[in-house]
Nanobody
Framework: QVRVVESGGGWVQPGGSLRLSCEVSESISIYTMLWYRQPPGKERERVASITSSLKTDYADSVKGRFTISRDNAKNTVYLQMNSLRPEDTAVYYC??????WGQGTQVTVSS
């Protein structure tokens, strides 16, 4: 069974930054890796994706503020989040081609 562990969440003031990490127990090199988030009381939404060939895509709401990257040697994908807003508050999940998922990490943006 694939083990996926997200980390790096926490509380930050508006305008601040956080870097999320997602470590996977097996090779991620063939997978498109994705970050999703689920705000309180809302449905899960896709935030960013990165293919095996390093093509990236972002939700309009995070373009220019978030950056997804991957390190296949470490089986890890990252989400650098800058200029955070209260509406970015959510549980953030990592997924490998929607085949496996992590438990999520909470991000709270408030003053």
């Amino acid at each position: 069974q694939v083990r996926v562990v997200e980390s790096g969440g926490g509380w930050v003031q508006p305008g601040g930054s956080l870097r999320l990490s997602c470590e996977v127990s097996e090779s991620i090199s063939i997978y498109t890796m994705l970050w999703y988030r689920q705000p309180p009381g809302k449905e899960r939404e896709r935030v960013a994706s990165i293919t095996s060939s390093l093509k990236t895509d972002y939700a309009d709401s995070v373009k220019g503020r978030f950056t997804i990257s991957r390190d296949n040697a470490k089986n890890t994908v990252y989400l650098q989040m800058n200029s955070l807003r209260p509406e970015d508050t959510a549980v953030y999940y990592c997924s490998g081609s929607s085949r496996f998922w992590g438990q999520g990490t909470q991000v709270t943006v408030s003053s």
